[in-house]
């Protein structure tokens, strides 16, 4: 069983930046795999990145490929999320989720636990 915990969100001008963070409950965190979704108003949950257990391997949405950077202390049980260059559309309720079984992915239905979820809300 894992608990996840997002913190970090908050309200930032277009261009500004935001590090969110995802603490996790478990021993074996380090055996995760870790992702970022969001979900706009109206809109569905969908992918932003993902990190392998051991941290060296990544992968990005498009849409956010060259500004935000998916990383992981396993140490601390926690994974974070540095956002750069935010726009607007870049507004949402940002979740961590947790995968047990190995592979990155970016289907929400491959993915075993969820954090309850932090707003971002970039002004233009």
């Known amino acids: 069983q894992v608990q996840l915990v997002e913190s970090g969100g908050g309200l930032v001008q277009a261009g500004g930046s935001l590090r969110l963070s995802c603490a996790a409950s478990?021993?074996?965190?380090?055996?995760?795999?870790m992702g970022w979704f969001r979900q706009a108003p109206g809109k569905e949950r969908e992918f932003v990145a993902a990190?392998?257990?051991?941290?060296?391997?990544?992968y990005y949405a498009d849409s956010v490929k060259g500004r935000f950077t998916i990383s992981r202390d396993n140490a601390k049980n926690t994974v974070y999320l540095q956002m750069n260059s935010l726009k607007p559309e870049d507004t949402a309720v940002y979740y961590c989720?947790?995968?047990?079984?190995?592979?990155?992915?970016?289907?929400?239905?491959?993915?075993?636990?969820w954090g309850q979820g932090t707003q971002v809300t970039v002004s233009s």
């Open positions: 989720a947790a995968r047990f079984a190995p592979g990155l992915s970016r289907a929400r239905g491959e993915y075993d636990y």
């Open positions: 478990g021993r074996t965190f380090r055996s995760y795999y």
């Open positions: 990190i392998r257990w051991s941290g060296d391997n990544t």
